[in-house]
């Protein structure tokens, strides 16, 4: 059931380490980060970035998420270790960096099953570009696709999930929006690949969350779902429905109709300013649980399903608004 669920990043409780570990002066280590993250009340799971966190070890790690009450909803792909990764990953010029990414993508996958999570999340900032003329674009999209098809082909019954963004790090990500990224795994044709929409990101690529849902579950398969906020200009990583409280309200409604039942996972960013990660996050479920039961409220009420056939935003927004205060039935 939506919002029975709840996953975070694990290196928001990093965050203002001063004051929890006093007297430490090196960073918080990966045990110590989830074993606070654990003190949230409402969080079941984590998300951790492969090969940051797991390493070689992806049995010990999974024994420490579940030895303090955890679980592990899947693993993230970072392309760091490797300076060359910058020019790209699944895209990069030099063939044997290209298949060093694909390789490395590989083994995060093996280390994903092995620790018992179901899914691979890619996020390919660094396949892109930042000049006019800098690459050819048909080839840079051809190995795009060619590096996905591969990954999702190495193991069928572990979903890949592609997260999108505009841009950062490079100035134009190849999978920039809802819309590039559903080509791309209409091209690729596996069974288990699908989409993470992140509030954020798709507010600064233009879009209303709740729209790119309907089109990514039309035509693919939801897989993952970030939730945070900021002002649509880069990623802020604020609390959720902190700037755009419809809008995180019609996506919530929008993917509970598509049947998504998976974690709802926060990708916010309490460590960019020192707050308390443990009250962040609990804040956070909080405000989904409140907008989840605002959800149902609307459900019960036909006038919206009425005002939307309509295309009747008076009424619409108002009984949103009703729904959010609890008092719906006087609308």
Known sequence: MLGSRFATRINSFASAAHGYWPGQVEKPSLAQMIARAATVPGLTELDLNYPDHVGAKPAEVAAM???????ISGLA?????????????????????????IDLTKRGIDAARAMGAPMMTLWLGQDGF???F???????????????????????DCLVSIEYKPNEPRSYSLLRDAATTLLAIDEAGADNLGV?????????????????????????????????????KR????????????????????????????????????????????????????TVR?????????????RLADAKARHDPVTAQEIAQLALSGDISTG
């Open 77 to 101: 792909m970072r392309y760091y270790t490797n300076p060359a990764f910058k020019r790209g990953a699944f895209t990069n010029p030099d063939r044997a960096v290209r298949r060093e990414a």
């Open 65 to 71: 998420v579940a030895g303090c009450g955890l679980a």
């Open 130 to 132: 930042d000049y006019a």
């Open 235 to 286: 990623d802020d990583g604020l609390m959720v429905g902190a700037v755009h409280g419809q809008a995180t309200l019609e996506l919530l409604a929008e993917v509970k109709r598509g049947g998504f039942d998976g974690a709802i996972y926060f990708d916010t960013f309490p460590d960019a300013s020192g707050l308390d990660p443990v009250a962040e996050c609990a804040a956070n479920i909080r």
């Open 134 to 156: 800098q690459c050819d674009y048909q080839r840079l999209w051809a190995d795009e696709v060619e590096g996905i098809a591969e990954v999702a082909a190495h193991d069928p």
């Open 290 to 302: 409140r907008m989840l039961a605002a959800v149902g409220r609307m459900e019960g009420d036909n």
């Open 196 to 232: 993470t929409i992140d509030f954020a990101h798709a507010l600064y690529a233009d879009e209303q969350p709740a729209n790119a849902a309907a089109m990514v579950m039309r035509r693919s398969r939801l897989l993952g779902l970030h939730l945070n906020d900021g002002y649509a």
